[in-house]
């Protein structure tokens, strides 16, 4: 069983930025492909970023150019580095593995707000 405890949310300014983080349990961090997605009140969750064991990365259109996952298979952690945030991009943002099984965090609020 895979365990997941992400962190780095909260409040930030439209312009700032946030690093998230999900450090996973176990031994096969570095065979899964790891996503970061997010849901806003009223809306669907959906993909902002996921990258394959080998590094390959797959961006939502909104967050090319501003946000970077990232990943750490000696730390079983995954990053999603977050710049020039927007009101908009106020979710709560959930981290996912996957492999032979899917699995995902609990959430971690981000709010951008002025």
């Known amino acids: 069983q895979v365990q997941l405890v992400e962190s780095g949310g909260g409040l930030v300014q439209p312009g700032g930025s946030l690093r998230l983080s999900c450090a996973a349990s176990?031994?096969?961090?570095?065979?899964?492909?790891v996503g970061w997605y997010r849901q806003a009140p009223g809306n669907q969750r959906e993909l902002v970023a996921d990258?394959?064991?080998?590094?390959?990365?797959n961006y939502a259109d909104f967050a090319k150019g501003r946000f970077t996952i990232s990943r750490d298979n000696a730390k079983n952690t995954a990053y999603l580095q977050m710049n020039s945030l927007k009101p908009e991009d106020t979710a709560v943002y959930y981290c996912?593995?996957?492999?032979?099984?899917?699995?995902w965090g609990q959430g971690t609020q981000v709010t951008v707000s002025s």
């Open positions: 996912r593995l996957r492999r032979t099984g899917d699995w």
């Open positions: 990258m394959s064991s080998a590094d390959n990365t």
């Open positions: 176990g031994s096969i961090f570095r065979m899964v492909v």
